[in-house]
Every structure is written in C-alpha cells, then in structure tokens.
T-cell receptor, first 114, second 110 residues
Framework: DAGVIQSPRHEVTEMGQEVTLRCKPI?????LFWYRQTMMRGLELLIY????????DSGMPEDRFSAKMPNASFSTLKIQPSEPRDSAVYFC????????????FGDGTRLSIL | GESVGLHLPTLSVQEGDNSIINCAYS??????FIWYKQESGKGPQFIID?????DKRQGQRVTVLLNKTVKHLSLQIAATQPGDSAVYFC?????????FGQGTTLQVKP
C-alpha cells in the first residue's frame, strides 16, 4: 500500500520566494496533519484537516503560512514570502480517524531558504 | 502547560541487549500514547501505541509500559539490533493533537 507521499523531497530557494509543499495522504484517511521539525523545537503541529476542512491552525507561525486541502487526496502548504528561519523539514501525516489512531507520516520535504 | 519529555537524549546499547527508552508526560488528561521511530532522512514511523486504560502492550520485540500514577511511559526493545538505531519519540494526546517529546537517539554497538 502506498503511504503518505510528499513532494518535493528537497527544496532550496532564496528568501522572498514562494514555496509550495505538496502531500497526498493515504487513501481513506479522514485526517491530514502538517508538521515542522527543527533541531531547536522538535516536531511541531502546524495545522490539521478533517474531511478536507481545516480544524486547527493555531500552530501556523504567521500569515506567511497557508494550507489548503481542495480534495481528499491532496493538500498544500504554502509559504509566501519565505524567510531563512522557515528552513526545516516539513512532514505531512494522515490518520483514519482523529483521536486514538496512529498518524502515518510521509518522508518529508527538507526546505532550505537562503 | 502540556509537555512530553524524554529523560535521556542518547542511549547506547550492545547488540543483543534489551533497550529501555523512557518518557515523562505532564498532562494527566492524556489518554493515548504513541511511540515512533525516525531514521535519518525519513519520517517518523509508528511502532506501538497504548491507551490510558491499559498498563502494558506488546508488539513484535517491543513492549510499551504506561504508569499513570507517575505519568511515565517506556519503550522496551528486546534483543536490540543494528537496524534499531534511530531516534525514538513518544507522543501523547487527549485532544487528538499529538504532542511529541524531543526524542532519544538509540545507538546500537556491534
């Protein structure tokens, strides 16, 4: 079975540019999560969706970050404009239900903002 | 506030020995706990989970123990193998939002 698929795996861009990260969750999973991982702060939840609807975006750092889920099989996380402090590994995860089911993670996008 | 923390940043064990990775949590309302393994360049991989109505759960070579009295979680790996070398995270939730600990690096010596 295909797991969570993220693209691109690596992204290097200059500050000020727009960055779009993509995620395809596991088919049939109703919940989708976006995380950011850094050495300093560990794994942080940015936002999550239930049935394509954003439920909690309290982890989104600031207005430069936005996320969408236009359908059950696709989500994007966009940063505009990007800054060097946005450099991190961004993970997407999905789960069948929200509360008491393990989340399954993709292999992440390593983002470097120069 | 909520926090989930790991006691040791790095654990080094001999191949074949048993490993124990510990985790403390602060929110007594947490009712679901997960252990993840993360290898370099990959996403966290689900290992085992446990609900708060249980004290122990076993998988293949792994056991999770939950002590709600002292808010402590542990992961035991039997007969540790080189392939077990990774960073291990505990996570807890009572709202559906997972809160992750900082992680423990497990190094397996041949």
């Amino acid at each position: 079975d295909a797991g969570v698929i993220q693209s691109p795996r690596h992204e290097v861009t200059e500050m000020g540019q727009e960055v779009t990260l993509r995620c395809k969750p596991i088919s049939g999973h109703d919940y989708l999560f976006w995380y950011r991982q850094t050495m300093m702060r560990g794994l942080e939840l940015l936002i999550y969706f239930n049935n394509n609807v954003p439920i909690d975006d309290s982890g989104m750092p600031e207005d430069r970050f936005s996320a969408k889920m236009p359908n059950a099989s696709f989500s994007t996380l966009k940063i505009q404009p990007s800054e060097p402090r946005d450099s991190a590994v961004y993970f997407c995860a999905s789960s069948p239900t929200g509360a008491h089911q393990p989340q399954h993670f993709g292999d992440g996008t390593r983002l470097s903002i120069l | 506030g909520e926090s989930v923390g790991l006691h040791l940043p790095t654990l080094s064990v001999q191949e074949g020995d048993n490993s124990i990775i510990n985790c403390a949590y602060s929110n007594s309302a947490s009712d679901y706990f997960i252990w993840y393994k993360q290898e370099s360049g990959k996403g966290p991989q689900f290992i085992i989970d446990i609900r708060s109505n249980m004290d122990k759960r076993q998988g293949q070579r792994v056991t999770v123990l939950l002590n709600k009295t002292v808010k402590h979680l542990s992961l035991q790996i039997a007969a540790t193998q080189p392939g077990d070398s990774a960073v291990y995270f505990c996570a807890e939730t009572h709202t559906g939002k997972l809160i992750f600990g900082q992680g423990t690096t497990l190094q397996v010596k041949p």
